[in-house]
């Protein structure tokens, strides 16, 4: 998926980066040691490794539960050279059948994203 944000790269990867910054639209907590990020809804915990990221660039998770699979989550800024637009492209794992549940929850989150950030 990819989704327009009138936002800076900079101010986005903190967003999609940081436990500070995940736990304003993603989570409603989000804590960090080392590499494995704990993310907290409603008093249930996941449990995420951050598998690589690059500076304004993207950030990708495997959550626990996919441990031993080639799945993960990635979340990568991309700013069109031309325009300046910057889109963040979410790339996600979904069971068959899941897909559109899957699609939807992101189009959920990432409308968060956007009222957090003003864009």
Do not use: C, H
Request: hydrophobic share 40%; proline share 3%; glycine share 6%.
């Amino acid at each position: 998926m990819e989704m327009l944000l009138n936002a800076s790269p900079k101010s986005l990867f903190n967003m999609i980066s940081t436990p500070a910054g995940l736990s304003e639209w993603f989570a409603d907590n989000v804590n960090v040691r080392e590499k494995t990020f704990t993310f907290i809804w409603d008093g249930s915990e996941e449990k995420a490794d951050m598998l690589s990221k690059s500076k304004d660039q993207f950030v990708k998770f495997r959550w626990d539960y996919d441990e031993g699979e080639d799945y993960y989550f990635e979340l990568r800024i991309k700013v069109d050279p031309i325009t300046g637009e910057v889109a963040l492209i979410v790339t996600d794992f979904a069971d068959e059948g899941d897909e559109e549940s899957t699609i939807n929850l992101w189009e959920s989150q990432i409308e968060d994203l956007r009222r957090v950030l003003g864009a």
